[in-house]
């Protein structure tokens, strides 16, 4: 997304771990990654002044794909753009 000329790419995973390597390989700032969890929809929203972001790219594993998705619907902006992929299975919905 960078090299696509984005003004600001955040990033979001479950593993700490994988953050900071990402941090010290320069892929992300600190400031622009975010440790998923029940609150990321309102540090997302903070982060942004309120207005949420354009569009979500999700990649997640199926177990935990309808929770992400679930969040992301929190702090996409109207409009915004959610592109799955992977982890959704047949029959699964979400209310």
Known sequence: AKS???????LINASKDRLDWCI???IVAQE?????SDNLPEE?????DGEGVDAVYMCTSRPNALTALKRALRYVKPG???DLVGGIKDGDTLT
Do not use: E, S
């Not at 696509?4 to 955040?10: A, I, S, T």
């Not at 997302?44 to 942004?48: G, K, S």
């Open 24 to 26: 010290q390989r320069g």
């Open 80 to 82: 915004g753009c959610i």
């Open 44 to 48: 997302i929203l903070a982060a942004t």
């Open 4 to 10: 696509q000329g984005y003004k600001r790419v955040l």
């Open 32 to 36: 622009n990654m975010f440790l998923d």
